[in-house]
């Protein structure tokens, strides 16, 4: 099975109040990442956690928390979400093996913040 | 840093026609250049990659030739199908991240194949 799962689909959120995406996958990949996607730019990696070790990128450090609880798991958190948070949120997953490996991505979640 | 750029926003073509999608990028070294596609509904799929001068990927009737002088990876198809419709991302995987891949993606071509 090589899917990788996101719940939920869509969600509506209110200006200041939190968010929390959750991810799965079941292919036992040691990398999990989340990519913030808005019409017409490119994916954008937010973070990615490597094993336990969690990286996130300098732009978007103090916005996104996130928290990988075992190897299948991974969750995005908007502590208090802004209109620009709006997006589609993709999770991927893959394998590292000292090449270039390819990633999994889930279907996504749609972010709409009023 | 390092960056993608993919010249068409959209392209329209009907069935049979020649597909050429431009991608061209920015990165010092060698990064390793991957072609992803979406289709509606999904996630980005792996197409496939290239990491070194002249290597040709291909996989599903699509190919793509890293060009180091030209810093470029275009994507073609000979002769697309319907089902072909999707957007496509070109995107760089930079030589310091050969155990981590994080990519860095271009924004995304539009494909649309009329029957």
Known sequence: ?114 | GDSVTQTEGQVALSEEDFLTIHCNYSASGYPALFWYVQYPGEGPQFLFRASRDKEKGSSRGFEATYNKEATSFHLQKASVQESDSAVYYCALSGPGTQVVGQLTFGSGTRLQVYA
């Open chain 1, 1 to 114: 099975d090589t899917t990788v799962k996101q719940n939920p689909r869509y969600k509506l959120a209110r200006v200041g109040k939190p968010v929390n995406l959750i991810c799965s996958q079941t292919m036992n990949h040691d990398t999990m990442y989340w990519y913030q996607k808005k019409p017409n730019q490119a994916p954008k990696l937010l973070l990615f956690y490597y094993d336990k070790i969690l990286n996130r990128e300098a732009d978007t450090f103090e916005k996104f928390q996130s928290s990988r609880p075992n190897n299948s798991f991974c969750s995005l958190y908007i502590g208090s979400a802004g209109l620009e948070y709006s997006a589609m949120y993709l999770c991927a997953s893959s394998r590292s093996w000292g090449g270039w490996a390819e990633q999994f991505f889930g279907p996504g979640t749609r972010l709409t913040v009023l």
